[in-house]
């Protein structure tokens, strides 16, 4: 079965500073690649996916991640954050297509 | 467009109790999924629902049921109710199979 592991619990940075969420994922075949954000007390907003092509993906709000095959990884950045940016951030799997398989999250905190 | 909309946003029951959550899609969305995300974890697969049948299952146990109505809309039920049960549930829509818009969750707890 599919699995992710989302390396960091907290990311604490500057904000205008770059920022880079880890997230590594485990199969044997070919999978889809998530990543979500949620704000307190709301649900999950989709910020970008891999599902084939380019392995640089651009999502929303300025965001973007690398799809590496070779080192399992997706990791997600962000060049400049911004105060408006401190939320909890999801990496999800899927290799059916609709059943996701989340990281347990990364706490993005950004202060001035 | 409406997104997704859950209700009621908060609710208190008793162990051994039973519950229901319900979900309407977003619009022109005809696929949704349920998932449950205890505290400080990330969200658990429950269920999926296609065309008013059950088309995928995650690791829960059946008195986890569900329902999907010829509008789309959608109903969570659990049935004896578990401490372990206090959580938030999260329904999404979709019109493919992946999950691409959340509503904001109900929050669930057990007493």
């Known amino acids: 079965a599919q699995s992710v592991t989302q390396l960091d619990s907290q990311v604490p940075v500057f904000e205008e500073a770059p920022v880079e969420l880890r997230c590594n994922y485990s199969s044997s075949v070919s999978v889809y690649l998530f990543w979500y954000v949620q704000y307190p007390n709301q649900g999950l907003q989709l910020l970008l996916k891999?599902?084939?092509?380019?392995?640089l993906v651009k999502g929303i709000n300025g965001f973007e991640a690398e799809f590496n095959k070779s080192q399992t990884s997706f990791h997600l950045r962000k060049p400049s954050v911004h105060i408006s940016d401190t939320a909890e951030y999801f990496c999800a799997v899927t290799l059916s297509g609709y059943a996701l398989n989340f990281g347990k999250g990364t706490s993005l905190l950004v202060t001035p | 467009e409406t997104g997704v909309t859950q209700s009621p946003t908060h609710l208190i029951k008793t162990r051994g109790q039973q519950v229901t959550l319900r979900c309407s899609s977003q619009?022109?969305?005809?696929?949704v999924s349920w998932y449950q995300q205890a505290l400080g974890q990330g969200p658990q697969f429950i269920f999926q629902y296609y065309r008013e049948e059950e088309n995928g299952r995650g690791n829960f146990p059946p008195r986890f049921s569900g329902l999907q109505f010829p509008n789309y809309s959608s109903e969570l039920n659990v049935n004896a109710l578990e401490l372990d049960d206090s959580a938030l549930y999260l329904c999404?829509?979709?019109?493919?199979?992946?999950?691409?818009?959340f509503g904001s969750g109900t929050r669930l707890t057990v007493v």
């Open positions: 891999y599902l084939s092509g380019s392995t």
């Open positions: 619009s022109g969305h005809n696929t």
């Open positions: 999404a829509s979709s019109l493919t199979g992946t999950a691409s818009a």
